[in-house]
Structure formats: C-alpha cells, structure tokens
C-alpha cells in the first residue's frame, strides 16, 4: 500500500505551493506489527511539510522588505545567498537575497540588509532554540540531544555541543535582559522609605525572600573545590500562600544578590513600598543581602536551622534517660532543661535561653571528665549551639507568635528551591563540574522556565521594530518637505 499526501499552500501575493509526499506501507512491515505510521513517516511528513512552509515564508518575507516603505519602489539587488534555517522539523535551506537601501530615498548611502537575519538571527527557530535550551537545562547535554534526535526530524550535527552551546548563549541571552531590568529596579527604589497602612492581620503586606546557597563543584583547577550559587524565592504572603518568584545568581556580592532579589520583587508587586523580611540561614553572605536592602528590612533566622541544632541534643538526652540508670537523678532535668531551651528560643527569649544553655555547657564539660561518649557528644552540640546563637541574635525573634499570625518562619521555599533548581542538575547522581559562568547561565535559564517566561524573553527581540536606517538619514514626510 501506497500513501501520497499532497499539501498546497497560498501566500498574500497569490503564489500556489504544492507538495507530494509518498509514503510505502509494504506486507512486510505489518507482519513486523508496524500498525499505522511511524516516528520516520511522521518525521518524513513533517520535514516536508516544514520544508514547503517555511520556504514559502521566507520568499514572502524577503520580496516584502524590497519594498521600500518611503517611495513605494522596489530596493535594488546586491546578490543572492543561501540560509540554512534549522528548526524542531529539520534543516531548510532557503534562497537569502540581500537588498541595498533605496537610491532615491537615501542618496549617497551604499548599504545592503539581509531579511532574514532579521527574523531568524541565531539560524535557527526561537522554538528549536527555546526546546534545546529547555532540555538542556534539566538533564545532560547528551541525553537532551539523543531525545532531540529520537522524536525530532533533527539532524546529526546536533549533538551534545550544539546544545550546551544553545543553552549558554540563551543563558547569557536571558542573564543581560535581568541585569538591565535589576538596574531599573533598583533604581526606582534607591534612596526610598517604604510607608504603607497598617493593617493588621494582613498576611500580604510582607514581602518576604527566602534565600539559601547551594554548593557546585568546580572544573577550575586553580579556585577553590567548591563555588557557591544563591537560590531564593521572593514573594508576599504567609503559609500556604504562593512562593512567589525564583532567581539565582553566582555572584555573591550583596549588591548583585540585592539587585536580584528587587528584580524579582518588582515583579511580584513591590515598587518600594511594604515591609521586607529576608529569611536565611545565617551564613555570612547572606546576612549582607538585608543591609543592602532598602529599608525597612528585617532579617530572620530560620528556624529548622535552630531545631535540627536541638534535635540531637534532645535525641542524646532522652537516649541517656533510658540507659543510663547511675545518672537517673540527674538526666531527666537535663532532658527538662534542653527542651526549656527550645521553648524560650521559639518564644523569642534569648537572654534567658542564652542563660540556660551556658550552664548546661558547664555543666557538660564537668561530667565530660568521666570518659561518657555521649556527654562528649552533647558537650560540642551545645557549644555549637551556643555559639550560633550569639552570632545570629539580632536575627531571632518570637516565632510563636509570628507563626501563629500565618507568616512564614523557615526557608522551606528556598530549600526546594535549591533541590529542583540546582541539586537534581548539578549535585546529587551527577559527576560533572561546572565553571562558575557555565553553571551561573544554566540557571538562568531553569529560573526562567520555573516563573514560566523562558518563551517570552526568548520571542521579546522579535517584537521591536528595529529600523534599517540611522534617524539622521531618515527621510521626511512629503508634506514637510514641501512646507
């Protein structure tokens, strides 16, 4: 059995285009339980359909640009080239003539323009760039082009460096249009107060970033083993809200992460105006990114940082309570004071916990003189503890009663943040190192596809109207030329 399928196209100035396809469907393949059409034959067909369209849209496009839109006359020849246009469907190669600006209208300038270099820049489709880029970000480079090449009617020049290469370039691509848009930002809210109504039980009056870092390994033999990236999720609202927006950066100075992180809150509402609670872990760089910020900022610990800091202290205790039956007049109020610790910390009572725990530290090196393992082992969890609370006072506050008020207290969106960003790519069942610009770009490009505007950035060029010819040699209008 024979299929033939013929496909006639018309454009605006009336030319027919016409295609035959044939496809064979021998006994042979059916007896091979080859039902119905294949991946080749629907890789055929839509190569050859492709083929016929885009032809067909070139010619249109390029006879249109000939036309010059000031005298109405068509743009003298200087040659005719040959594109090759890849898209999700195959390669096309089109005719590519280049059209010199008018005589008339713009006399003395000898220059030509190419019209498809204006709708097809990079060679290559923006939706063949934007799935490269797409695949490339959330598996390897080899995978992302074996895929290509299994569903696609792609070719095999597009391999695992075609696609790293795309995914960078878009990376980039993506990483200048944020940097111009973080320079606006921040220079709308530079030397502001924020001032807005109190009003009391409303959840949404806070923008809140939680932020965290995630650690990549290097390819670059002389820096450290390891480069750290910002993950950070900013938006408004408490539990159970909407996280909000993502942005990450390698750049770990305050003022690109301040930049980013006022980027990404002027997209969720803020124009300089709200309270802003940054939650972090207490890492230094960290702690840069609220002082940076306009005020008021408020910068809180997280507080699963705290209670994994207890937990094991707590663990040990009950443990000791159980086995231990020579200390049995003395562990349970251990046990007592470590989980007073714990309250008074959710409470926001931090001289007193500061207090207690400095007593139980004495008191653990004093029995840590008998040779128990577990006492060691409490003794240097305390301390620990003890001092990252010093280190991060100023950053604990009552989270009993912020909690009960609705409002975030931990950094739980970072922390998936940086599993689904950067982890399941970068670090965990993956041997690759990474440059810190290679890895900076890459999640650039998954930050964007996670806010859902990968395809939009990627077709906003195409939107503007670019003019041919400098405004000084722009021609006048024909009635001010005759006024």
């Keep these: 059995m024979e299929w033939t399928i013929s496909i006639e196209g018309k454009n605006d100035f009336g030319a027919v285009c016409r295609q035959e396809i044939r496809i064979d469907k021998s006994d042979e393949r059916l007896r091979d339980g080859d039902f119905g059409l294949s991946i080749n034959d ?7 359909l492709q ?4 032809t067909q849209e070139a010619e249109a496009y390029t006879l249109f640009r000939r036309v010059c839109p000031d005298c109405h006359t068509f743009r003298p020849v200087k040659d005719y080239t040959t594109r090759r246009i890849r898209t999700v469907f195959g390669t096309v190669e089109v005719r590519n003539p280049r059209w010199m600006l008018c005589r008339d209208c713009h006399p003395g300038m000898d220059a030509a323009f190419a019209p498809l270099k204006e709708i097809c820049p990079d060679r290559a489709t923006p939706e063949l760039m ?4 797409r695949l490339g970000s959330l598996i390897p480079y080899r995978q ?4 290509l090449a299994e569903f696609l009617p792609i070719e095999p020049t597009e391999t695992h460096a075609t696609v790293r290469k795309r995914t960078i370039s878009i990376g980039q691509r993506l990483d200048d249009q944020i940097a111009g848009e973080s320079w606006c930002a921040r220079t709308q809210v530079d030397e502001r107060r924020q001032l807005e109504m109190q009003l009391p039980g409303d959840r949404r009056k806070e923008f809140v970033v939680s932020i965290d870092t995630a650690h990549v390994r290097s390819a670059d033999a002389h820096s450290a083993r390891n480069f750290e990236i910002v993950v950070a999720r900013c938006g408004r609202g408490g539990r159970g809200d909407a996280g909000g927006r993502y942005f990450t950066t390698s750049n770990t100075g305050p003022h690109a992460i301040r930049d980013r992180a006022l980027h990404a809150l002027r997209r969720t509402g803020y124009c300089g105006f709200g309270d802003v609670t940054v939650i972090s872990d207490g890492a230094e760089i960290l702690k840069r990114l609220s002082r940076a910020m306009p005020k008021p900022t408020t910068h809180i610990i997280d507080w699963f940082h705290i209670a994994m800091k207890i937990q094991p202290m707590q663990q040990i205790a009950d443990h000791m309570v159980r ?20 309250w008074r910390l959710w409470h926001g009572r931090l001289d007193r916990a500061i207090r207690d725990l400095e007593r139980l530290v004495a008191e653990f090196k004093t029995w840590q003189e008998e040779g128990a393992l577990a006492v060691a082992r409490l003794h240097n ?3 620990q503890l003890l001092t990252y609370i010093r280190s991060n006072r100023g950053a604990i506050i009552n989270y009993g009663k912020r909690y009960r008020a609705g409002l975030r207290v931990a950094t739980t969106l970072a922390e998936s943040a940086v599993n689904s960003l950067v982890a399941k790519r970068m670090v965990k069942k993956q041997q690759m190192r990474w440059s810190q610009h290679g890895a900076h770009t890459l999640m650039q490009v998954r930050t964007t596809e996670m806010n859902g505007e990968l395809r939009d950035r990627l077709r906003a060029r195409f939107r503007l109207t670019e003019s041919q010819v400098p405004s000084l040699f722009k021609p006048k209008p024909p009635l001010l030329r005759a006024a």
């Excluded at 629907?42 to 050859?48: D, L, Q, R, V, W």
């Excluded at 049995?328 to 470590?338: C, E, F, N, T, Y």
């Design 42 to 48: 629907g890789k055929k067909i839509m190569a050859t």
């Design 51 to 54: 083929t016929a369209v885009v």
């Design 130 to 133: 934007e799935l490269t880029a």
């Design 144 to 147: 992302a082009a074996s895929m």
């Design 323 to 342: 086995s231990r039956s020579d200390l049995a007049g003395v562990l349970p109020s251990i046990d007592r004071d470590i989980r007073a610790v714990k």
């Design 381 to 383: 969890l305390g301390a």
